[in-house]
C-alpha cells in the first residue's frame, strides 16, 4: 500500500509537470491546501503513533508479548476478555447509563473492561478507533501479570505495576518462572535463545524478572472483577459470591481448575508444554493454563478488528479493515475474478468519453449519465453475479472508436444504467483507495481467513461449554385428554461452580422455543418463538410494547430481570437498571445506609431466574383442546437456545450511538446469528380427548432425540 512519503514524491512530480506547463498561481495554491491538508493528516498519524509508543513503554501490548507466547497469545487473542473492550454493546450500553444518571456512573463499567486505559485516564467515550492498542486489548496480559497485590472485590479498579517489556512480570510460580527466565537469558546448552534484558543491548527483548503472584491460581483473583457491586450496594454480577457456596469451592475447586484446564467448564487437567518459544526454540516443559476463558459471549465486530492478529495491525488500521467488505466476497478468487473484468470495462468507457470531441452538450449528458453510474455501481458488492458483469462488458463495445457522440451513445448508457438499478443491491465495484488494488485486497483476505478460522475455533469451545453448563432432559407427556395436551421437559444446571446463567445474567438470553405440529407440518402451538426484530416476545419485545403481537406467557426464559421501584409503590421490570420513577435525574452515589439490613439497594433489584449448581426447573405447556383433532398425530419439537444478549437491549442503549459506525439493525442481526443452539428433543403423540386425566405418555411413545451437533 503507498505510504505518505510515496503520495508526497508524487504530489512533487506532479508540481514540476505543471510548472513546465505554465499553469497560473492559483493551482499552485490549491496544490498548497492539499499538503496542508496531508500535513494535518500526518500530525493525527503522528499523535497516534507517540500515543502507541507511550503505551508500549509503561504496559506493554500482548502482541509484543506474543513474540515468546505464541501459544497463550493465540488462545488469548480471540477470547472474550480479548473483546471486553472492542465490543459496542458495552460502549454505548456504559455512555448512555452515564447520560441517564448525569455522568454519575463514571468509569463504572469501563474499568473492569479496561484497565490499561483507565490506569492512562483516556476519556470514557473515547472511540476504540483512537485507542493505543494495549487499551484496546481489555483484560489484556498486563492486567494479570502486572498485579502484584491482593486488592479482594473491589469491581475492578487495579492499580497496574508500570514498566517498558523488560520490567517484572508476575506468574504462578516464581521459582519456576525466574529459573526459566534465567534459563532462557544464560541460554547455559547454547540452544540460541539470543535474547536481552537490557534496553541497551540489541536483541529480543524480554522481562528481566519473574516474581510469584500467589493469587493469581486463587478464585478471589478472579473475584476482583467477577463480583460486581455498585457504590450503592446494587450487586450487579454475583458470579464469585455464588461460587463461594458451592461444592466446588468445599472441594478447593478453583475457577481456574474449570475455566483454564483441558476441558472448558469442567475439572480437568492441566496442559503440560514449553510456556515460551523464543525465536522458534520451545523452553522446557511444565505445566500450561488455557487463555481462552470459554463463555457465552461473541464478536459482533468486522473479523479485521477481532480477533487480534498482529498481522493485521501491520497490514492496515482499524478504520481502513471497516472499510473492507469482506462479506462480499473481496479479495476471494471469486469475486476478483468476476471483478477484473468488469473494472476494465468501466475503464474503457471512461476513456471513450474523455476521447469524444464533439458535440459538447451531449458529451456533459453522457458523463453525467456515466458519474451516477459510478454511483450507483459503488451502493453494494456481492461475489456471484456473472451475468450482470458480462452484461456490462457487452455494453462497453458499443464504444469502441468513438469519435462523435450521436444519441445511440447516449441511449446505451441509459440502457445500462437502468439495468444497473435493478442489479444496484448485486454489484458494485467502487473500491476505497485502500482496497483498490486486487492484490491489496487479496493479501487481506488471507489474513482475514486466518481470523474466520479462529473465530470458528472460538465458536466449537464456546459451544462445548454451553452444552455442557446448560443441559436438557427429556420430553414427557403429563396430561392427553379432554383439556387438552401438557407436556414437560426438564432444564438443568450442569455445573456444580455456580448458577447457569452467571455473571451478567440480567442480559443472558437462554430459553427454550417450543412448537407443535400437526401431520401436514401446520403449527399449532408456538412459545419462544421470535418477533421481527428477533426478540423473544416477552414484555420488552418493541412488538409486544406496542401491541402489535401478544405476550409469550408460556416463554421459559432464565434471562434475570432488573426490577425498580415506583415512586408511589409497587414495582416494574427495566431493560435498565436506571431507576427514572423516582426521580427524573437519578444519581449513582453511596448509600446512606447499610444495604446488608435489607440486602439491596431500595430503588431497585434483580429478579434472579438463574438455576443454581445442579439445580433443575421444570417449565410445562399446555396446548387447549381446541387446537387439536381427536386422532391427529403431533410432532413436539424443543430446543435449548442460548443468546448472549436480548435484541431489545440495542434500542436501550442506542441514543449515543454504537462505536465503528455499527448500526441497531446491524447489531441485532450479528447477535441473533451468534445464537446458539446446545439440545433439541422431538416427540410425537396422538390426541386422545378420552384419554386419562393425568397420564406418563399418551398416545405414541415419545421418541427423543439429541442433536448431536451445533446448528441455528
Not at 1 to 4: A, C, L, P, S, V
Not at 40 to 56: N, Q, T
Not at 640 to 663: C, K, N, R, W
Given at each position: 500500500?503507498?505510504?505518505?512519503r510515496e503520495r508526497i514524491s508524487e504530489m512533487g512530480n506532479l508540481i514540476g509537470c505543471i510548472r513546465a506547463s505554465g499553469v497560473p498561481i492559483i493551482?499552485?495554491?490549491?496544490?498548497?491546501?492539499?499538503?496542508?491538508?496531508?500535513?494535518?493528516?500526518?500530525?493525527?498519524?503522528?499523535?497516534?503513533?507517540?500515543?502507541?509508543?507511550?503505551?508500549?513503554s509503561i504496559y506493554p501490548s500482548a502482541k509484543t508479548c506474543a513474540a515468546c507466547h505464541p501459544k497463550q497469545y493465540s488462545e488469548?487473542?480471540?477470547?472474550?476478555?480479548?473483546?471486553?473492550?472492542?465490543?459496542?454493546?458495552?460502549?454505548?450500553?456504559?455512555?448512555?447509563?452515564?447520560?441517564?444518571?448525569?455522568?454519575?456512573?463514571?468509569?463504572?463499567?469501563?474499568?473492569?473492561?479496561?484497565?490499561?486505559?483507565?490506569?492512562?485516564?483516556?476519556?470514557?467515550?473515547?472511540?476504540?478507533?483512537?485507542?493505543?492498542?494495549?487499551?484496546?486489548?481489555?483484560?489484556?496480559?498486563?492486567?494479570?501479570?502486572?498485579?502484584?497485590?491482593?486488592?479482594?472485590?473491589?469491581?475492578?479498579?487495579?492499580?497496574?505495576?508500570?514498566?517498558?517489556?523488560?520490567?517484572?512480570?508476575?506468574?504462578?510460580?516464581?521459582?519456576?518462572?525466574?529459573?526459566?527466565?534465567?534459563?532462557?537469558?544464560?541460554?547455559?546448552?547454547?540452544?540460541?535463545?539470543?535474547?536481552?534484558?537490557?534496553?541497551?543491548?540489541?536483541?529480543?527483548?524480554?522481562?528481566?524478572?519473574?516474581?510469584?503472584?500467589?493469587?493469581?491460581?486463587?478464585?478471589?483473583?478472579?473475584?476482583?472483577?467477577?463480583?460486581?457491586?455498585?457504590?450503592?450496594?446494587?450487586?450487579?454480577?454475583?458470579?464469585?459470591?455464588?461460587?463461594?457456596?458451592?461444592?466446588?469451592?468445599?472441594?478447593?475447586?478453583?475457577?481456574?481448575?474449570?475455566?483454564?484446564?483441558?476441558?472448558?467448564?469442567?475439572?480437568?487437567?492441566?496442559?503440560?508444554?514449553?510456556?515460551?518459544?523464543?525465536?522458534?526454540?520451545?523452553?522446557?516443559?511444565?505445566?500450561?493454563?488455557?487463555?481462552?476463558?470459554?463463555?457465552?459471549?461473541?464478536?459482533?465486530?468486522?473479523?479485521?478488528?477481532?480477533?487480534?492478529?498482529?498481522?493485521?495491525?501491520?497490514?492496515?488500521?482499524?478504520?481502513?479493515?471497516?472499510?473492507?467488505?469482506?462479506?462480499?466476497?473481496?479479495?476471494?478468487?471469486?469475486?476478483?475474478?468476476?471483478?477484473?473484468?468488469?473494472?476494465?470495462?468501466?475503464?474503457?468507457?471512461?476513456?471513450?468519453?474523455?476521447?469524444?470531441?464533439?458535440?459538447?452538450?451531449?458529451?456533459?449528458?453522457?458523463?453525467?449519465?456515466?458519474?451516477?453510474?459510478?454511483?450507483?455501481?459503488?451502493?453494494?458488492?456481492?461475489?456471484?453475479?456473472?451475468?450482470?458483469?458480462?452484461?456490462?462488458?457487452?455494453?462497453?463495445?458499443?464504444?469502441?472508436?468513438?469519435?462523435?457522440?450521436?444519441?445511440?451513445?447516449?441511449?446505451?448508457?441509459?440502457?445500462?444504467?437502468?439495468?444497473?438499478?435493478?442489479?444496484?443491491?448485486?454489484?458494485?465495484?467502487?473500491?476505497?483507495?485502500?482496497?483498490?488494488?486486487?492484490?491489496?485486497?487479496?493479501?487481506?483476505?488471507?489474513?482475514?481467513?486466518?481470523?474466520?478460522?479462529?473465530?470458528?475455533?472460538?465458536?466449537?469451545?464456546?459451544?462445548?461449554?454451553?452444552?455442557?453448563?446448560?443441559?436438557?432432559?427429556?420430553?414427557?407427556?403429563?396430561?392427553?385428554?379432554?383439556?387438552?395436551?401438557?407436556?414437560?421437559?426438564?432444564?438443568?444446571?450442569?455445573?456444580?461452580?455456580?448458577?447457569?446463567?452467571?455473571?451478567?445474567?440480567?442480559?443472558?438470553?437462554?430459553?427454550?422455543?417450543?412448537?407443535?405440529?400437526?401431520?401436514?407440518?401446520?403449527?399449532?402451538?408456538?412459545?419462544?418463538?421470535?418477533?421481527?426484530?428477533?426478540?423473544?416476545?416477552?414484555?420488552?419485545?418493541?412488538?409486544?410494547?406496542?401491541?402489535?403481537?401478544?405476550?409469550?406467557?408460556?416463554?421459559?426464559?432464565?434471562?434475570?430481570?432488573?426490577?425498580?421501584?415506583?415512586?408511589?409503590?409497587?414495582?416494574?421490570?427495566?431493560?435498565?437498571?436506571?431507576?427514572?420513577?423516582?426521580?427524573?435525574?437519578?444519581?449513582?452515589?453511596?448509600?446512606?445506609?447499610?444495604?446488608?439490613?435489607?440486602?439491596?439497594?431500595?430503588?431497585?433489584?434483580?429478579?434472579?431466574?438463574?438455576?443454581?449448581?445442579?439445580?433443575?426447573?421444570?417449565?410445562?405447556?399446555?396446548?387447549?383442546?381446541?387446537?387439536?383433532?381427536?386422532?391427529?398425530?403431533?410432532?413436539?419439537?424443543?430446543?435449548?437456545?442460548?443468546?448472549?444478549?436480548?435484541?431489545?437491549?440495542?434500542?436501550?442503549?442506542?441514543?449515543?450511538?454504537?462505536?465503528?459506525?455499527?448500526?441497531?439493525?446491524?447489531?441485532?442481526?450479528?447477535?441473533?446469528?451468534?445464537?446458539?443452539?446446545?439440545?433439541?428433543?422431538?416427540?410425537?403423540?396422538?390426541?386422545?380427548?378420552?384419554?386419562?386425566?393425568?397420564?406418563?405418555?399418551?398416545?405414541?411413545?415419545?421418541?427423543?432425540?439429541?442433536?448431536?451437533?451445533?446448528?441455528?
Open positions: 500500500m503507498g505510504n505518505f493551482g499552485l495554491f490549491v496544490l498548497s491546501l492539499i499538503f496542508s491538508a496531508q500535513e494535518v493528516l500526518a500530525g493525527k498519524d503522528a499523535d497516534k503513533a507517540h500515543s502507541e509508543i507511550y503505551a508500549e488469548w487473542a480471540v477470547s472474550q476478555h480479548a473483546y471486553a473492550q472492542l465490543s459496542p454493546i458495552y460502549m454505548a450500553m456504559q455512555m448512555r447509563i452515564n447520560t441517564i444518571t448525569s455522568g454519575t456512573n463514571g468509569d463504572f463499567c469501563i474499568r473492569c473492561h479496561n484497565q490499561i486505559g483507565m490506569n492512562f485516564n483516556e476519556p470514557i467515550e473515547l472511540s476504540n478507533l483512537k485507542r493505543p492498542a494495549s487499551s484496546r486489548e481489555g483484560i489484556t496480559c498486563s492486567v494479570c501479570h502486572r498485579v502484584n497485590k491482593s486488592y479482594g472485590k473491589i469491581s475492578g479498579r487495579l492499580p497496574l505495576v508500570r514498566g517498558p517489556m523488560h520490567s517484572i512480570v508476575f506468574g504462578p510460580s516464581a521459582k519456576d518462572g525466574q529459573e526459566e527466565v534465567d534459563y532462557v537469558l544464560n541460554d547455559p546448552d547454547k540452544k540460541g535463545f539470543r535474547v536481552v534484558a537490557d534496553p541497551k543491548d540489541r536483541g529480543l527483548m524480554i522481562h528481566k524478572k519473574s516474581d510469584t503472584f500467589f493469587e493469581l491460581t486463587q478464585p478471589g483473583f478472579c473475584g476482583t472483577c467477577h463480583d460486581v457491586t455498585l457504590l450503592n450496594g446494587f450487586r450487579l454480577e454475583e458470579a464469585f459470591s455464588e461460587y463461594k457456596q458451592t461444592s466446588s469451592a468445599k472441594n478447593e475447586e478453583s475457577c481456574q481448575d474449570c475455566h483454564m484446564a483441558t476441558v472448558p467448564g469442567q475439572v480437568s487437567k492441566y496442559e503440560v508444554g514449553p510456556a515460551a518459544v523464543v525465536n522458534g526454540i520451545p523452553t522446557r516443559k511444565r505445566r500450561l493454563s488455557n487463555h481462552f476463558f470459554a463463555g457465552p459471549d461473541y464478536s459482533l465486530i468486522h473479523p479485521g478488528l477481532f480477533p487480534h492478529n498482529p498481522k493485521a495491525a501491520e497490514f492496515a488500521e482499524l478504520e481502513d479493515w471497516l472499510a473492507f467488505d469482506w462479506k462480499a466476497g473481496w479479495g476471494t478468487e471469486e469475486f476478483e475474478e468476476y471483478a477484473e473484468e468488469p473494472g476494465d470495462a468501466i475503464a474503457f468507457i471512461k476513456i471513450a468519453l474523455d476521447d469524444a470531441k464533439e458535440d459538447p452538450e451531449l458529451l456533459q449528458e453522457l458523463t453525467a449519465s456515466f458519474e451516477e453510474l459510478m454511483e450507483l455501481l459503488g451502493e453494494e458488492i456481492v461475489t456471484k453475479n456473472k451475468s450482470a458483469f458480462e452484461s456490462l462488458v457487452a455494453y462497453s463495445e458499443s464504444f469502441e472508436d468513438v469519435e462523435t457522440l450521436g444519441d445511440k451513445e447516449v441511449e446505451t448508457l441509459k440502457n445500462l444504467k437502468g439495468e444497473l438499478k435493478a442489479l444496484a443491491t448485486k454489484l458494485g465495484l467502487n473500491f476505497p483507495d485502500t482496497w483498490a488494488d486486487a492484490g491489496d485486497r487479496m493479501e487481506a483476505r488471507e489474513i482475514l481467513d486466518e481470523n474466520l478460522e479462529r473465530l470458528k475455533w472460538a465458536e466449537t469451545e464456546r459451544y462445548k461449554i454451553m452444552r455442557h453448563g446448560y443441559q436438557l432432559g427429556d420430553l414427557q407427556t403429563v396430561a392427553n385428554n379432554s383439556n387438552g395436551l401438557k407436556f414437560s421437559i426438564p432444564v438443568r444446571n450442569g455445573t456444580n461452580g455456580h448458577g447457569v446463567p452467571t455473571g451478567f445474567d440480567a442480559e443472558r438470553l437462554v430459553f427454550l422455543q417450543v412448537t407443535v405440529k400437526d401431520s401436514k407440518g401446520n403449527a399449532v402451538y408456538k412459545s419462544g418463538d421470535r418477533d421481527p426484530n428477533g426478540d423473544v416476545r416477552d414484555r420488552h419485545s418493541l412488538y409486544v410494547h406496542n401491541g402489535e403481537l401478544p405476550p409469550d406467557d408460556d416463554l421459559f426464559n432464565l434471562q434475570t430481570k432488573f426490577i425498580v421501584r415506583m415512586a408511589r409503590g409497587g414495582e416494574r421490570e427495566q431493560v435498565l437498571a436506571v431507576n427514572t420513577s423516582t426521580s427524573a435525574l437519578p444519581f449513582v452515589r453511596p448509600e446512606t445506609r447499610a444495604t446488608i439490613l435489607y440486602g439491596r439497594p431500595l430503588g431497585a433489584r434483580k429478579h434472579k431466574k438463574t438455576i443454581e449448581p445442579l439445580g433443575v426447573r421444570n417449565p410445562s405447556y399446555a396446548v387447549p383442546a381446541g387446537k387439536l383433532r381427536e386422532g391427529e398425530t403431533y410432532s413436539v419439537n424443543v430446543k435449548l437456545i442460548a443468546q448472549m444478549i436480548p435484541v431489545h437491549l440495542i434500542p436501550a442503549i442506542q441514543e449515543s450511538g454504537f462505536d465503528y459506525g455499527m448500526t441497531p439493525r446491524e447489531l441485532a442481526e450479528n447477535v441473533v446469528e451468534g445464537a446458539m443452539m446446545l439440545h433439541e428433543r422431538n416427540m410425537t403423540v396422538t390426541y386422545n380427548p378420552n384419554g386419562k386425566r393425568r397420564e406418563a405418555n399418551a398416545g405414541t411413545q415419545p421418541k427423543t432425540q439429541q442433536t448431536a451437533d451445533k446448528t441455528r
